[in-house]
C-alpha cells in the first residue's frame, strides 16, 4: 500500500514537471507568434530571436523543459550566479543560460532516478520494507542531484590537464615568434593557429582571446579575461606578467622565456611528486592481492604434505 502511494506521487510529480514544461515552451510560442505578427503589420524585419524556427525534436523539447525548471531552481543571488559562472567558464561551457540548464538537468536526473528505483522495486518485488524503501529512494534522489557536480568537476579537471600539458610548448613558440620580430598580438594569433592539431583546447582560448582584441577590447582586460576562462595559477601569472611588460615596455621575448623555463620545472616537479606517491600507493595493493598468491604458491604444497601427514 505505501509503495503504490509512492509511485503514484512519483508519477503524478513527473507528469506536473512534463506539464510545466509543455506550457511554457507553449506560451513562449504563442509570445513569439504574436510578436512576429504585429511586426509584420507594421512592415518591420524580423529579428533572428523572432524568425520562425523548425520543428524541435525530443533533444530541444527536454532542453525546453530543463530551462523552465532551472529557472526556478537556480541561485538567486548574483555573486552566486557570477561564481557558477566563472566555473561553466572554466569547464569550456560558454552557452549563454548553461546556470539554468544546469539546474534543471539536476532536478530532472533527480527525479529520473527516484522513477528508476521506484520502478525497479515494483518490478522486481524485492522486500526491504518501508525504512529501507525510504532510504533508497533518497539515495537515488542525491545520486541524481549530485551527479551533474562530479561530471562537471571531472570535465573542469580534464581541461586544466591539457592545458598544462600543451602550454609550456605554447610560451616556446610565443618566444620564438616575439623574438623573429613579431608583435604580442601577432604571436598570440600565430600560436593560436600553430596549436590548433596538438592542443586543441588552448587552441580555442588563443582564438578567443584574439576575437576579443580585433573586438576592441584593451590587451590587460583581454590577458584578464583569459587567465579567468582557465582558472590556473601559472596561467593567471603568465597574464600578470604579460600585463606588466606592456605597461613597462620591457622585453616580452625574455619575459615569456624565463617564466617558460619556470613552468617546465614546475611540470617536471610535480612528476616527481607523483612518482614518489607511487610506492605508498602501490603497497596496499601488493599486501592484500601480491603476498597472498606467492603465499598460496609457495607454501600451498608444504601445508596440504603436513596436513596428510598428520592425518596418516
Known sequence: MIMSTLIALLVTACISLVAYGASTLIKSREEQTGLRAKMSQ?????????????????????????????DRFKPR?????????????????????????FFGTKVMCAALFLLCFMLFRLLTGIQIGFTGTLLLASLS????FYGPNFWLKGKITRRREQIIRGFPDALDLMVVCTEAGMSLDAALKRVGEEMRLSNET?????????????????KAEV??????????EDVNTLMT????????????????????DAMRTT????????????????????????????FLVVLGPAIITAIRTWQG
Open 42 to 70: 507594421d512592415n518591420m524585419p524580423l529579428p533572428s530571436s523572432v524568425t520562425p524556427s523548425p520543428a524541435l525534436g525530443l533533444k530541444g523539447y527536454i532542453s525546453m523543459i530543463a530551462h523552465a525548471v532551472g
Open 77 to 101: 543571488d548574483r555573486e552566486e550566479l557570477t561564481r557558477m559562472e566563472a566555473t561553466f567558464l572554466n569547464a569550456g561551457l560558454r552557452k549563454k543560460n548553461v546556470v539554468v540548464l
Open 141 to 144: 534522489t542525491l545520486i541524481g
Open 202 to 218: 588552448l587552441s580555442e582560448e588563443f582564438k578567443i582571446l584574439n576575437l576579443e582584441l580585433r573586438a576592441g577590447k584593451s
Open 223 to 232: 590577458l584578464r579575461g583569459l587567465g579567468k576562462r582557465i582558472g590556473l
Open 241 to 260: 606578467l604579460l600585463i606588466q611588460t606592456e605597461k613597462f615596455g620591457t622585453s616580452v621575448g625574455q619575459a615569456l622565456r624565463v617564466h617558460s
Open 267 to 294: 611540470r617536471i616537479q610535480r612528476v616527481e611528486e607523483v612518482a614518489g606517491k607511487l610506492p605508498i600507493k602501490l603497497l596496499f595493493p601488493t599486501i592484500f592481492c601480491v603476498f597472498p598468491s606467492i
